[in-house]
Structures are given as C-alpha cells and as structure tokens.
C-alpha cells in the first residue's frame, strides 16, 4: 500500500480490494465502504465516500476543543443570569416606573445596579437609578390612579358650582368685550 499523508479528509483509492460493498437504501447505487480507517479516530462518510476524523488527534486539539465548549457554556450561563437579575430588578420598581423595561432603555446598565463586592442586586443602588432615570425621564414615573371617589361621583369629586349651561355659555359668546 502507498503512504497517505496525514489529513483529515482521506479519499479511498480505486483498489477495491480492501472495501466491503454495502447496499444503500436510498435512490444511489451500490457504495464501497473500506473495512479499516486509515488512521484511528476516523469513520466512514458514506454520503461523502470518503473519510472524516471525528476526534483529535492529539492531546492539545483536544484541549482546545474543551476549552471551546467550556466558554461556550459560560456564556450561555451569563446570559441566563443577566436575564434573571432584569426580570427580578423589574419586578422590583413595577410599581415606581409605568414600563420597568425603561430603565434599561434610559441608560442604565446590570453593572450599575449589582453591589461591586458581592455582585448581588442592591436594592439601594436600584433605587437610586430609577430616581436617575425618572427625573430624565419624568413620563416614565407610575403614577397611582385617581381614587373611586373621584371617578364615580356626579361631578367627579369637584365639589364646585354647577358646570354652566349651553344658552349662559352662548350669551357669554356673543357679549362684546
């Protein structure tokens, strides 16, 4: 047999002496499939026909590749955690600021609002953003509704005259001044 460079892509050649013929149950015709990989740690791309490696070859692409997926779900716990502190920060000012997703939109950051020593939430340093934001932000503010005293009265709890008629505020119109 010839030598065959180390790759990872390995294309047997016409020699079908070491191959196995399998049957494919799809629509192709029949595929050769070679009984032995060339080099250990490889398998048999049958779509492909060829070889593929599917694990390292040595020590430090292993390490690269644990490396890469442990930063991979790092950063999938981070942002997990950043979701939950803002669901909990908005749950927190719901009743001072109409919409809580605001105070994210007028400036402030997750950084502002955790405590620097223990990185939990302070609820001071909240409080403190949401004063920074609804005094830049004054419509943002969650204002109580008026109370059922007032909406439901006669005259909505103003205890005034009478609202004038139709005919005083015509007359009033149409004086000269």
Known sequence: MT???ETAEWEPEEDTSDTVTSEVTSEKETVPSPVNPPMPG???DSDANKWIAVEPRN???RYRQQLRATEAERDQLRERLERRDKADIERMIAGKMIDPADLWAGGITLADVLDPDTGEISPQLVDEAVGRTVKQHPHWRYSAAAPASQVTSQHGGV???EPPTWQQLFQASTRPK
Do not use: I, L, V, Y
Request: proline fraction near 8%; charge should be negative; aromatic fraction near 8%.
């Open 42 to 44: 490889m398998k048999w």
């Open 3 to 5: 030598d065959t460079p």
């Open 59 to 61: 020590r430090e692409q």
């Open 159 to 161: 205890t005034a005259e």
